[in-house]
């Protein structure tokens, strides 16, 4: 598990995201997993958890991606320690760390997804990276999903 900083954020294997007791000796509040071939396992009560079930690699429907995104950018926004995991930790993980980041930094996710391998060591899927920077950036505006 290795922090992205400035922010309490950090990047983690499937099995990191429930290693409890390094999980709360971190701080961490709030559990993202990401990996569509991991079990969802329990978690404490008193911890956030959110799952969504992605591919590594293309595939992936364009709202999961959006609400992924959005999720871990408003963790990053309300200062709540977050882990951030999948199954290696290497392509999901990253991947989506660095869209928040560009969501709420407004900046471009190739400069934030340097800032995250700066930190974490990583290898993006290409066909899930291109996914995630062909989102067309009016659906990654909040209440763009919500249908009237």
Not at 46 to 61: E, T
Not at 118 to 139: A, M
């Amino acid at each position: 598990m290795n922090q992205i900083l400035t922010y309490p954020l950090w990047i983690g294997h499937g099995g990191e995201g429930h290693d409890f007791p390094a999980i709360f000796a971190a701080g961490i509040e709030a559990v993202v997993e990401l990996a569509v071939e991991e079990p969802a396992l329990p978690s404490p009560r008193d911890q956030i958890a959110c799952r969504f079930p992605l591919h590594d690699g293309a595939g992936n429907r364009p709202e999961m991606l959006v609400l992924a995104i959005r999720t871990v950018a408003s963790l990053v926004e309300s200062d709540i320690p977050t882990l951030v995991c999948c199954n290696g930790g290497m392509s999901r993980s990253p991947a989506i760390v660095a869209a928040a980041l560009a969501l709420v930094h407004h900046d471009t996710p190739e400069a934030c997804l340097k800032q995250v391998t700066y930190h974490h060591p990583s290898d993006v899927s290409p066909g899930l990276w291109r996914e995630i920077v062909r989102l067309p950036h009016g659906l990654l505006e909040v209440g763009s999903l919500v249908r009237g």
